[in-house]
């Protein structure tokens, strides 16, 4: 079952069709997913000429877990895939733009973990075991169809794509606003 935000604001960030391609190559794989980091699409407020793109692109790749990172400095977007098994963070990675003297805005993330709900059956959240953090799925202003979808997801392994708010001295806020969430293993 896939639940899609409907109705969503003009996007920021470019690379939609990467997080599917991201999806399909996971269910291709086969086998069980991981629970980690796939994707971050970060934009990085003050990026505005190419070598401070490529400074912030060399930090990148210095954290353990990153696989490829690329910079659009006339976008002010850094993309950041990672390696299977990684115990990479989105705090880390906002670090790091810090670290550059950027301002950690919004960012869209593609991470799988197990989808639970709280004991009430209230609010979803998602816990990465590879990064042992648990983020809370907003969806505040969504269907109640996203509710009941959640609802039948939870104990599953899934992938979700969403939005994370941005953040002021690279702290990770741990909560996600989905764009799209799905089995893992079924795009």
């Not at 470019?14 to 996971?26: P, R």
């Not at 990465?128 to 907003?138: F, G, K, M, N």
């Amino acid at each position: 079952m896939t639940a899609r935000r409907t109705g969503s604001r003009a996007a920021v960030l470019a690379g939609g069709a990467a997080a599917v391609a991201l999806s399909l190559a996971l269910a291709l794989a086969g086998g069980r997913a991981r629970a980690e980091l796939l994707e971050v699409r970060q934009i990085a407020g003050g990026m505005e000429c190419p070598e401070c793109a490529r400074g912030l692109r060399l930090l990148i790749k210095e954290i353990a877990g990153v696989d490829a990172a690329e910079t659009s400095w006339n976008r002010r977007v850094l993309t950041v895939r990672f390696r299977p098994r990684n115990h990479a963070t989105l705090a880390q990675v906002r670090a790091a733009v810090a670290r550059q003297h950027f301002q950690a805005r919004e960012a869209e993330i593609v991470v799988s973990g197990r989808l639970t709900a709280d004991a009430a059956g209230g609010a979803p959240s998602l816990y990465v075991a590879e990064s042992e953090l648990t983020y809370r799925i907003d969806l505040t202003g969504r269907e109640e169809s996203w509710r009941r979808a959640l609802g039948e997801l939870s104990g599953a392994e899934v992938i979700v794509t969403g939005r994370v708010p941005g953040s002021a001295l690279g702290d990770d806020p741990l909560v996600v606003f989905p764009i799209e969430i799905h089995r893992a293993g079924k795009p």
